[in-house]
């Protein structure tokens, strides 16, 4: 009887424990719902009744203001107006969407890749071309950003954000001003040097030291790129993504590329480090929204993108996002210092010196992806070191086999 | 001296095991206007406010839970009648069984979640659906849950005398009966075993999930999506929330668990005076 009650109730209580772990958010989640957004205005609106149509829509991660820190849950925002819910979720990196959406398991409505990934989609026939009499909220759009390289005459996208790649650096350890990409190639700053840790955006910076064009389809070009970059792996502490902020805050590392809009919280919570886009030039990246073509409610999709066009709601997004807007009409609804600072909006003599990416051509992306492999884990001379640390391992481990065999014909004997 | 090295090796087994969690939970409370989880600015209780307030982060966490609750008491059920299937067999089959039963485990986890992608893509457009989602999590979690759940109870099933099932009956037990009043409780440490390790896989999992979720979200995913931006402290706070719950749930069992240890003793010491 005992041993029973004891079972029962070990179990009674990790039953409980998931039950506590899901009414938290559960409680939390009711409660939200019920919060009115801040800051757009329109309180006592009673609410558009709901179409019973779910739109998925597929973001990068922290990407879009959702209720926290004062600012207005943009989802909750634009079911209230339209009826229409969004099932919202995010994905880390452009190939990571793109291996969903091929992959076929995955019903997307509207997703938001970089400029590059967009021109592949648009490329291999992916996407749906807008039909722009549902976006009037288009009209926003200041005039640069509209037909860029990765989408001839604008027909499949809508851009979303934008920055340029730029150099950090730590003033405190590093005493000259920086100018140029070759600070990251700099001996006196061994160790210390961080670099980004995906292809495109690494080749970039040797591309535009070597004065190549980053959309380069000369497999010569891409071979010397990854020779300097070869070259700066000694120097080079880590290839990092978002470790580049606990980094560069502890002074672990003194200089680092990285997005504009990101970095920019270091320059303004730090009086020693500094931004500035090197005089070679640099990567210009925009994510820019678009409707797969296996979506199922375009119109409701294409409402999505106008709503998230409206000025109101882009200013409200860059605040919380942090990076830049492609509409100068949102510009009002932002915060002042984020608006005037050269880093998130650089002069237009910078943004002269700026490449976007395109679509490599699939050559072209394959030896990319093997020179980087080449790169990041070392060229064939260097896998002699490994095979000779396993040709060691595997002689322990036989010397130990015949110490054992030896041992025991002694014991016998 | 010896016992003294033995303490301190313990003491840095456990320092080893535990600074990871110690360090999130400290600076789950860091007040810091760059989200620094590395620089300590001083103490607040932001990030707590912030985790309440983000209702993708709640949402990603309920879809988590619930799969993990339900596949693991999925599993568990069809793990314990899997595993007392497979002891009753012959050596050769149940030699067979167990190779199938090792495979999900023995696998990488990639290749899982892919070949279960492929599968779920084409099994989705045959029945005309539109896409992955929770049913398909479901069914993934279950099947790479399910080898645990059994190597769990074999065990127990195998340690159990064989003679107590056909005792029960012949005492007047019909088999059903006799199977949940003598079988079940002899076995039953390994099935709570098997559950809870079925429950802690299935909230860890990553990336079968990536694969099999479709449009769904669960913690895992969301925690790695934020990696391009920044993975902010609302993850330390959600993580000391989760950690505190558990461990206090723990404490509340051990407790409970000393006291019957406790008062099981005191009959029997009066019995023998």
Redesign the interface.
């Known amino acids: 009887m005992?041993?029973?009650?004891?079972?029962r109730?070990?179990?009674c209580?990790?039953l409980?424990?998931?039950f506590?772990?899901?009414s938290?958010?559960?409680q939390?989640?009711l409660?939200?719902?019920n919060s009115v957004p801040e800051g757009t205005g329109r309180t006592d609106e009673t609410a558009v009744p709901d179409r019973g149509v779910t739109i998925?829509v597929?973001n990068?991660?922290?990407?879009i203001a959702?209720?926290?820190?004062g600012s207005p849950?943009v989802?909750?925002e634009f079911t209230r107006r339209t009826g229409i819910r969004v099932?919202?979720?995010?994905?880390?990196?452009n190939e990571a969407l793109y291996s969903k959406l091929v992959?076929?398991?995955?019903?997307?409505d509207v997703i938001i890749p970089s400029d590059y990934m967009v021109s592949k989609l648009i490329d291999e026939k992916m996407l749906a071309q807008l039909d722009f009499s549902n976006i009037p909220n288009y009209r926003y759009i200041d005039e640069r950003f509209r037909d860029p390289d990765y989408d001839p005459g604008s027909r499949y996208s809508v851009p979303y954000t934008w920055g340029v790649v730029g150099l950090f650096y730590n003033t405190d350890y590093i005493e000259e001003e920086i100018t140029s990409w070759s600070a990251l190639w700099d001996d006196r700053y061994a160790g210390k040097i961080l670099m980004f840790d995906n292809p495109r955006d690494s080749f970039a910076i040797a591309q535009f030291m070597l004065g190549q064009s980053v959309n380069t389809t000369d497999e010569n070009d891409w071979a010397e790129a990854a020779a300097l970059l070869k070259q700066q792996k000694p120097l080079v502490q880590a290839y990092v993504?978002?470790r580049i902020?606990?980094k560069m805050?502890?002074s672990e590392a003194w200089i680092a590329p990285y997005y504009s809009g990101?970095a920019a919280?270091?320059v303004?919570?730090s009086d020693s480090i500094r931004f500035v886009v090197p005089e070679e030039g640099t990567n210009y990246f925009v994510d820019a929204m678009c409707i797969p073509v296996t979506s199922?409610h375009k119109a409701e999709a294409e409402a999505y993108i106008n709503f998230l066009c409206d000025p109101e709601i882009a200013g409200a997004n860059m605040n919380y996002?942090g990076y830049s807007t492609p509409e100068s009409a949102a510009k009002a609804y932002m915060d002042e210092e984020m608006v005037e600072s050269p880093v998130y909006y650089p002069d237009d003599e910078i943004l002269e010196r700026t490449e976007v990416f395109v679509n490599l051509p699939e050559n072209t992306s394959k030896l990319v992806d093997q020179l980087w492999a080449e790169v990041k884990m070392g060229g064939p001379g260097e896998s002699m070191v490994l095979v000779a640390i396993i040709l060691g391992f595997l002689g322990v481990y036989i010397a130990i086999l015949i110490y054992k065999r030896q041992k025991r014909k002694r014991e016998l004997a | 001296m010896k016992k003294a090295g033995a303490r301190i090796y313990t003491f840095l087994i456990f320092l080893f095991l535990y600074a990871p969690i110690l360090v999130l939970i400290v600076f789950s409370f860091n007040d810091s206007?760059?989200?620094?989880?590395?620089?300590w600015g001083g103490f607040s209780l932001r990030w707590y406010r912030?985790l309440?307030?983000?209702?993708?982060i709640?949402?990603a966490?309920?879809n988590t839970?619930?799969i993990?609750?339900v596949s693991a008491a999925a599993s568990t059920v069809l793990g314990t009648m899997a595993a007392i299937g497979i002891n009753s067999m012959k050596r050769l089959p149940r030699r067979i069984m167990m190779n199938i039963t090792n495979f999900p485990m023995v696998n990488p986890e990639i290749v899982t979640g892919v070949s279960l992608?492929?599968l779920?893509?084409s099994a989705?457009?045959l029945f005309g659906g539109?896409?992955?989602g929770m049913g398909?999590l479901f069914a993934a979690h279950i099947t790479f849950c399910l080898p645990y759940v059994i190597l769990s109870v074999l065990p127990k099933l195998r340690q159990m005398d064989p003679n107590l099932y056909e005792a029960a009956q012949d005492l007047g037990c019909p088999p059903g009966k006799a199977f949940f009043k003598v079988v079940l409780?002899e076995i039953?440490?390994g099935i709570?075993t098997g559950?809870?390790m079925a429950?802690t896989l299935s909230i860890d999992d990553f990336v079968i999930s990536y694969?099999?979720?479709?449009?769904?979200?669960t913690l895992p995913?969301?925690i790695?999506?934020?990696?391009?931006?920044?993975?902010?402290p609302e993850i330390n706070a959600l993580s000391t929330?989760?950690f505190a719950?558990?461990m206090i749930?723990l404490i509340?069992?051990n407790a409970?668990?000393a006291k019957?240890r406790k008062t099981?003793k005191l009959p029997e010491y009066h019995e023998s005076m």
């Open positions: 005992k041993k029973e009650h004891f079972i109730f070990n179990l209580m990790i409980c424990m998931a506590c772990l899901a938290v958010p559960a939390a989640v409660a939200g719902e998925n597929y990068w991660g922290e990407y959702n209720g926290t820190d849950d989802n909750e099932n919202y979720t995010t994905f880390d990196s992959g076929g398991g995955a019903d997307y993504m978002d902020f606990d805050e502890s990101d919280i270091l303004e919570n199922s996002v | 206007e760059t989200a620094s989880r590395t620089v912030k309440f307030e983000d209702r993708l709640l949402e966490l309920c839970l619930l993990a609750v992608m492929l779920f893509v989705v457009r539109r896409s992955l398909s409780p039953m440490p709570v559950l809870i429950f694969f099999t979720s479709g449009t769904t979200q995913i969301y790695y999506s934020m990696t391009r931006k920044r993975i902010s929330v989760m719950v558990v749930l509340i069992i409970r668990n019957e099981e």
